[in-house]
């Protein structure tokens, strides 16, 4: 496989060196591109220095802010032309163990057509989460698994691993939406075309440097346009 890990960023200038680092340490087979929405922080520019020491690490830059859905697209973009067969997503905070990246990528090489990194399957977790955040997560994705049929215990999360073709064929170009929501999308995607996914247990850690982006409104607009989706896919065309 040439897999190619995509981190997008946006003020992780705390954060992106040492995560760049560790991910060398643990995967020092993959590629990574580092995708950075115009952080003032100068976030771009320690990746670049990083690129130099580390090896096979891009940084492609874009002009402003444009939300995680449009990053990722971006990246599988450039990854799929550079020839990469396997395009893994991973946050920059440190909430995702670079070490869990070998087992993501078993697991394409095992069969999935998307490999989960999962907090809610066996051996998976959110350790010091407060207990409003944990049923928010946990009900978002109960929710989310039931009105699409997902099959997926964690669908919104951002540690994942697809295999190139099944990107393609999904046409992920045309997904549009950001953060929790495009997760849950790609998911849904993959699902309906018939892949196979699967959830490999991840422990998910609270960033300790720099400030979460996750709020309460970014998971209800998920959930709204999860059930937009249902309601357009079982009801409305099952009408026409």
Excluded: C
Excluded at 204 to 233: N, Y
């Amino acid at each position: 496989m040439r897999p190619l890990v995509v981190i997008p960023t946006y003020q992780e200038a705390e954060n992106i060196v040492t995560v760049l680092e560790q991910l060398r340490a643990a995967a020092p087979e993959v590629s990574v591109l580092v995708v950075d929405d115009g952080s003032p922080d100068g976030t771009a520019d320690l990746a670049d220095s990083a690129a130099e020491a580390l090896g096979q690490v891009w940084v492609l830059r874009r002009s402003q802010k444009s939300g995680l859905g449009g990053a990722y697209r971006a990246g599988f973009e450039r990854g799929l032309e550079m020839g990469h067969d396997v395009l893994v997503e991973m946050d920059a905070d440190l909430s995702h163990d670079p070490a869990d990246v070998p087992r993501l990528l078993e697991a394409v090489a095992n069969g999935a057509a998307l490999a989960v990194g999962s907090r809610y399957v066996s051996g998976g977790g959110t350790p010091h989460w407060p207990l409003r955040r944990r049923l928010l997560s946990r009900w978002g994705n109960r929710y989310a698994g039931m009105v699409l049929s997902l099959g997926v215990r964690d669908a919104t999360a951002g540690f994942r691993a697809y295999r190139a073709d099944l990107l393609q064929a999904i046409d992920y170009q045309t997904t549009t939406a950001d953060g929790y929501a495009f997760q849950v999308e790609m998911a849904y995607r993959v699902r309906r075309a018939g892949g196979l996914i699967t959830e490999v247990p991840i422990l998910f850690s609270d960033r300790v440097r720099g400030t979460s982006k996750m709020s309460s409104r970014i998971v209800a607009e998920a959930m709204l346009l999860v059930t937009w989706w249902a309601l357009r896919d079982r009801v409305f065309r099952r009408g026409r």
